[in-house]
Nanobody
Framework: QVHLVESGGGLVQAGASLRLSCVAS????????MGWFRQAPGQEREFVAG???????HYADSVKGRFIISRDNAKNTAYLQMNSLKPEDTAVYSC?????????????????WGQGTQVTVSS
């Protein structure tokens, strides 16, 4: 099975940027569609962005225009560039892998998950 490890989270001021990384091991990243999800305390996990094996992308309306998802298959790494961060973006961000060709938005469509990385945005 593929193993996923996220990094790059932290505490930043509103308006700042962060770049999250998700490194895949044991299996090549190019086998999978990759997604980023986030979960705030007491809230359900929600879809943020996804990128297919062919590099098609899909974003939640709340982050479209601010966040950019990308992948570098040679490095077995998926990224989430987060710009113009808002306090409402505060959450644990997790990457996930799916064997689907398109970009699912449901958590149940993803087979493998990383442990998550905390992003906190202060006002």
């Amino acid at each position: 099975q593929v193993h996923l490890v996220e990094s790059g989270g932290g505490l930043v001021q509103a308006g700042a940027s962060l770049r999250l990384s998700c490194v895949a091991s044991r299996r090549p990243l190019n086998y999978y569609t990759m997604g980023w999800f986030r979960q705030a305390p007491g809230q359900e996990r929600e879809f943020v962005a996804g990128i297919s094996r062919g590099a098609s992308t899909h974003y939640a309306d709340s982050v479209k225009g601010r966040f950019i998802i990308s992948r570098d298959n040679a490095k077995n790494t998926a990224y989430l560039q987060m710009n113009s961060l808002k306090p409402e973006d505060t959450a644990v961000y997790s990457c996930a892998a799916s064997t689907g060709i398109a970009v699912p938005t449901k958590t149940s469509s993803y087979n493998y998950w990383g442990q998550g990385t905390q992003v906190t945005v202060s006002s």
